[in-house]
T-cell receptor, first 113, second 111 residues
Framework: DSGVTQTPKHLITATGQRVTLRCSPR?????VYWYQQSLDQGLQFLIQ???????AKGNILERFSAQQFPDLHSELNLSSLELGDSALYFC????????????FGSGTQLSVL | GIQVEQSPPDLILQEGANSTLRCNFS?????LQWFHQNPWGQLINLFY???GTKQNGRLSATTVATERYSLLYISSSQTTDSGVYFC?????????????FGGGTRLMVKP
């Protein structure tokens, strides 16, 4: 168990809908990251938050947004969902957000039908 | 952006065998990590190793940063080692864990 908690584990929804994925980092970690894993794109970095502030952005679509709350948990919001958004979404955390070991949650499997 | 290539893409071993997985990257890095994705999809961090050599039980890793490659050694493999092994890097100049992942090596260990 990495100590990073993600909910829900599975999510099935329809095109055009909006969903929210939730992540609680390891105790004491200030940085939260979101990654997407799909068959065609592999594992891709989406976005990073450090102590409530957005710190780095990767290949995140404009339809997607995230935030980190004062208690350090994070939410990834996916809207106007398309079939191609079906993927495994991982949250990860690290202590300070610099070059250090990254710990991943068990992921949320999103299926858009 | 930085390119990360892993080889071999697939590997089948008999239990007890040893193996070496390779990760080549196209630019200088200040962050390199190895992960194991088990058959249930969980990503487990094996090593944070931007340079040098580390060992953890039957696993060890070596990164030669000047030559832009890293190796993961698995000795006396077990069926529980099955899964996909990913190398992930971040180029010098970035600050953080914006990792670029390789395509992975899919390992199957047969009893």
């Amino acid at each position: 168990d990495s100590g990073v908690t993600q909910t829900p584990k599975h999510l099935i929804t329809a095109t055009g809908q909006r969903v929210t994925l939730r992540c609680s980092p390891r105790s004491g970690d200030l940085s939260v990251y979101w990654y997407q894993q799909s068959l065609d794109q592999g594992l891709q970095f989406l976005i990073q938050y450090y102590n409530g502030e957005e710190r780095a952005k990767g290949n995140i679509l404009e339809r997607f947004s995230a935030q980190q709350f004062p208690d350090l948990h994070s939410e990834l919001n996916l809207s106007s969902l398309e079939l191609g958004d079906s993927a495994l979404y991982f949250c990860a955390s690290s202590a300070g957000g610099w070059n250090e070991k990254l710990f991943f949650g068990s992921g949320t499997q999103l299926s858009v039908l | 952006g930085i390119q990360v290539e892993q080889s071999p893409p697939d590997l089948i071993l008999q239990e007890g065998a040893n193996s070496t997985l390779r990760c080549n990257f196209s630019d200088s890095v200040n962050n390199l990590q190895w992960f194991h994705q088990n058959p249930w999809g969980q990503l487990i961090n094996l090593f944070y190793i931007p340079s040098g050599t580390k060992q953890n039980g039957r696993l060890s890793a070596t990164t030669v940063a000047t030559e832009r490659y890293s190796l993961l050694y698995i000795s006396s493999s077990q069926t529980t080692d099955s899964g996909v092994y990913f190398c992930a890097v971040e180029p010098v100049g970035n600050a953080g864990n914006m990792l670029t992942f390789g395509g992975g090596t899919r390992l199957m260990v047969k009893p």
